[in-house]
């Protein structure tokens, strides 16, 4: 398999197909890292979606997603961050046999492009080390860093340096 062979769809989400979503849906799921009750829900309703087919098969997912307004009062009462007007960039995932050829890298510059004047935060934990590394190879900063009470584990707040008008510590 080749990086080139592969084909990048970028959509709002009724324009993907039923059963892509429905594979996307799994793919991110598969992860663990999120509840699955919230997964359909968040993407039907998403600023935009994108996926990756190599032949037929789905092999990376991610997303901008609307924050629920819950997730935005949480974040600003923990650490003063006010993400309102903000869209977040998540759910990415790579199935791991096609990790580490830079596809979560293309794609999230891919959502990047495409957002227009809106402004764009990703919300990693702590422990996640691969997904820390993805945002520093696409210049986006920890700006902020709260506790989680559905995870127990602390999350950074991160935003492509470009687009952050105040320095912050997240510690």
């Known amino acids: 398999m080749k990086n080139d062979d592969l084909s990048y769809f970028f959509q709002v989400p009724q324009e993907v197909p039923p059963d892509y979503l429905d594979e996307i849906c799994k793919l991110v799921e598969a992860g663990g890292s ?14 935009l979606l994108t996926y990756v087919l190599d032949q037929s098969q789905i092999i990376a997912c991610s997303s901008l997603k609307y924050p629920r307004p819950e997730y935005i009062q949480s974040v600003k009462d923990q650490c003063g961050l006010d993400l309102t007007n903000f869209l977040e960039r998540g759910y990415t995932s790579v199935i791991p046999e096609y990790r580490g050829l830079g596809i979560a890298s293309k794609l999230l ?62 510690h």
């Open 34 to 47: 999120v509840k699955s009750k919230w997964v359909r829900y968040n993407l039907e309703r998403a600023f």
């Open 109 to 170: 510059a891919g959502l990047t492009t495409r957002i227009g004047e809106k402004k764009l935060y990703s919300v990693i934990g702590e422990d996640n080390i691969g997904g820390q590394k993805i945002a520093l190879n696409n210049n986006t900063k920890c700006v902020a860093v709260y506790s989680s009470k559905l995870s127990g584990k602390k999350i950074g707040i991160w935003i492509p340096e470009w687009m952050i008008e105040t320095e912050r510590d997240p």
